[in-house]
């Protein structure tokens, strides 16, 4: 089934300037790019877009992080989208992350992890109209 998911390519990525790396592997993976765009996260912004974390001892940090500089979010399109983004990223601390996955090549810790990435086709909506108009996307 085609889905759609969010990729946010994270201020580390950007300081990094992994961009271009990091969004090769995802078009050679085959998936379709809809929607991107550069911008830099307010602190309202960063906190209801993960509101889902707040109360956890990692929430400030995150978005103090996700704060920090510039962020590149992705819509992207594909069979089996989600599942076979979680994939090509690897696992959320680039320690524990397969090899050549995303994560395990560019990432430094579990908290600058270079890439966000929907956890299911819902959130995968939700997550996309919260940075693009549907207009946005092509």
């Known amino acids: 089934m085609v889905e759609r998911t969010l990729c946010i390519m994270k201020p580390d990525c950007v300081r990094k300037n992994l961009q271009g790396e990091v969004l090769a592997r995802i078009q050679k993976a085959g998936f379709t790019v809809l929607g991107m765009k550069q911008l830099r996260l307010t602190l309202e912004e ?14 400030d940090g995150l978005v103090e992080f996700m704060t920090s500089g510039p962020c590149v979010p992705v819509a992207l399109e594909k069979e089996n989208a989600v599942a076979d ?27 600058e992890n270079i890439v966000h990435g929907s956890d299911s086709a819902e959130n995968g909506k939700i997550e996309i109209a919260f940075f693009f108009a549907e207009s946005e996307l092509i």
């Open 85 to 111: 983004y979680r994939t090509l990223i690897g696992a959320t601390d680039p320690k524990d992350a397969a090899e050549g996955t995303v994560r395990k090549l560019y990432a430094d810790n579990k908290g």
């Open 46 to 59: 960063a906190g209801a877009f993960y509101a889902v974390h707040k109360g956890r001892p990692f929430y």
